[in-house]
């Protein structure tokens, strides 16, 4: 008999909170470059200080990078687990735990578990889909930068900021594909340890700020596949976001997008709640304002945030 056999949601869990950690080390890289006005930089001399900038965060963004990997892996394992945990072990039975040395059950930990090298094989014998070429070939090459990375200095790797960042949004998209990266992310930000000082009033508030510094990283493509929004498209406020945050210095993220294009449509979709809400196709009542989208919820205009007096509370 065999004890402490893992669950699928064990290693998502953990593959998740590994990437949360790649995630976290890589957004405050960004967040702070983008203080650089605050620092006193103007607009002119921030892209010559941006190379000394990201040479200095290199280390960090090559060990974010195998941390990703290291989520992948594990999460891979998750799928394994849903086929059935004892896929995970390796070795001929000649060389398991023996089940003769003692009454007490085996723990699952004291078998060897297969290679990273395997997983996707293991996955793509049984599963009933196997991987898609692109998740493979992107597998594949994150195992080779994590191993010169983690078996050298390193002095031949060098990853962009938008690389780490497109790694992380790519294998979440590929694994979780109904989930929105933002959403965890917020989870994360409102159970981190600085919560327990006030800091999750603000998850909602760093979540969109750091959205948003993705939004203006990455190519449309890009976002489009991993924010589930086109980067061209007029964007608003969403009314559950202005609702969450800390408005105490204002709140002016655009990320919501109606859903689809178009003056007719009344849903609007949100990629840090990754949800939809009902807007109001009416001009604002500020006469300055050009929106005419309004909130349902929160009678507030999702472009100018004001309150509209005009229109009768549904609630
Ligand atoms: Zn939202
Ligand atoms: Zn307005």
Redesign the pocket.
């Known amino acids: 008999m065999i004890t402490n056999v893992p669950t699928s949601d064990d290693y998502y869990t953990s593959g998740k909170e590994l990437l949360n950690f790649a995630w976290d080390a890589t957004a405050s890289l960004l967040v702070e470059f983008g203080q650089a006005g605050y620092y006193g930089f103007e607009p002119a001399d921030i892209e010559e200080m941006s190379d000394a900038y990201w040479a200095a965060a290199k280390r960090t963004l090559t060990t974010a990078l195998t941390v990703v990997q290291q989520a992948v892996e594990l999460i891979i394992k998750g799928r394994i687990v849903e086929i059935s945990p004892y896929l995970l072990i390796s070795d001929i039975p000649a060389r398991w735990p023996s089940p003769y040395d003692s009454t007490d059950p085996i723990d699952f930990e004291d078998f060897r578990t297969i290679d990273a090298q395997d997983l996707i094989r293991v996955h793509d014998t049984f599963a009933q889909k196997a991987f898609n070429a692109e998740f493979t070939n992107k597998f594949n090459e994150l195992r080779k930068i994590r191993n010169v990375v983690m078996h050298s200095v390193g002095k031949k790797v060098s990853v962009t900021v938008a690389e780490v960042v497109d790694s992380a949004l790519f294998m979440h998209k590929a694994l979780f594909p109904a989930e929105s990266w933002f959403t965890i992310r917020r989870e994360f930000l409102r159970r981190a340890p600085d919560s327990e000082l006030g800091a999750s009033e603000f998850a909602t508030n760093n979540t969109c700020h750091e959205a948003t510094i993705v939004k203006d990283l990455l190519q449309p493509a890009q976002i489009q596949a991993y924010l589930g929004v086109d980067k061209k498209q007029h964007s608003f406020v969403c009314p559950a976001c202005l609702d969450d945050a800390n408005t105490d210095g204002g709140f002016e993220y655009r990320l919501a997008v109606l859903r689809p294009k178009g003056s007719g449509t009344t849903e609007l979709y949100c990629p840090v709640c990754n949800g939809i809400h009902i807007v109001r196709r009416q001009p ?3 006469k300055n ?3 005419t989208v ?1 909130s349902e919820e929160s009678c507030r ?6 309150y509209q007096r005009g229109v009768d509370d549904p609630a």
């Open positions: 604002c009542e500020d304002c050009p929106s309004i205009c999702l472009l100018c945030t004001t």
